[in-house]
């Protein structure tokens, strides 16, 4: 990938009595950013930036977040119109691509990934070495990491086929990796992908039929799962995502990146937010509890999950099409007056005008309304989590393989500001205390 950033101008920065001219970068949309490559060089000192909040790490050209104005744009498209006009599997092509698809490149596309989705037989033992009460985060990572046990002809990342391929192989067997670690929990047999199904419906199936009964996909939630995917697909470099990136950044190979991308994906102020989420409506129980709760946020006791988040100090533009899906799957199969959707949209409302949360510019996140429709839609809360993994799978691939492409890039080394002991001499343990 040749850089696409154009020169803005220079900063200067002054420490004693040396200065230096940062080259300033600007990129298509979105800040500047000041390039400090040679500061160590030139200076002798480092940057400090924990938790990266002003620290852009790479140049990418896939998502563009304005957290502030509440925009999301994969290759310049809006999230909405993804979500409203596409469908999962164009919209991985997009990602992996740059644009979208011709109805021929489509075709071929979907071809590829439905005839990956099957597991080596032998794959299928893996599963049975957990135990049946494993949480379904913690068979993700596992699985996820030995399939380069199992496809290791797709290992070598100077090889763009194999990287091609590696990237199908994951996209189409992650569902099928999701549902058994799920089917493994339950205790019912593995059912078998199907190729005449959509992405969304095939998964569905392998979730939920069983082979005693005749299973029929219902489109309504064919179609919610499909946007779900949409919304999570990719959300530029987060920390799951720079995870991935720095596992790349030593060569290893793509699926152990992606199982490393799920670890940091499991933490509840990430992915795991969901889950929480869920949990938290439910302790809420009525919205007459809500001013309580909201008593102790306050308090700073716990936080309202699924609020907040470190881009958006805005309306995450993924809430709002979650909260649609939320009232389509509820009145499809649940209750539109659904307890627990009520507290969710109360709570929203009060904290929206609370200045506590307005002053901290605290939003809904896509994570407050997906608990709601997963649930309805029948999965239990620890599978929430493995359903973000599988649809960020296509995120984390294109950013890795972008990043490969990417000469500038090097391995991911920060550096550190050391305040322990500085050098001192070995004490022998007779003349310690
Ligand atoms: N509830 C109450 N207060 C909050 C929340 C929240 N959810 N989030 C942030 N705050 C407050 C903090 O207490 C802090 O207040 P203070 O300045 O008075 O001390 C202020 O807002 C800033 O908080 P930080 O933690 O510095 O914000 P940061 O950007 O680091 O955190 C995060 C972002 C982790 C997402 C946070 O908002 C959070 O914990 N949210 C709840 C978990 C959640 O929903 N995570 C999902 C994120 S989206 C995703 O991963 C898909």
Redo the contacts with the bound molecule.
Sequence with gaps: MKSQATAGGSAKLTIGDRSLDLPILKGSTGPDVLDIRKLYAETDAFTYDP?FTSTAACESAITFIDGDKGVLLHRGYPIDQLAQNSNFLEVCYLLLNGELPTASEYERFEHNITYHTMLHEQFDRFFLGFRRDAHPMAIMVGAVGALSAFYHDSTDIQDPEQRTISAHRMIAKMPTIAARAYKYSVGQPFVYPRNDESYAANFLRMCFSVPAEDYVVNPVLERAMDRIFILHAD?EQ?ASTSTVRLAGSSGANPFACIAAGIACLWG????G?NE??LKMLKQIGTPEQIPEYVAG?KD?RY????????VYKNYDPRAKVMQQSAEEVLREVGDPNDPLFQVAKELEQIALHDEFFIE?K?YP???FYSGITLSAMGFPTDMFTVLFALARTVGWIAQWAEMIEDPSQKIGRPRQLYTGQPMRDFTPIEQRG
């Design positions: 938790g959300h987060n509840p102020s990430h992915g937010a929480e989420a946020v700073r936080r309202l999950m699924g609020f907040g988040h470190r901290r605290l996140n896509v994570d």
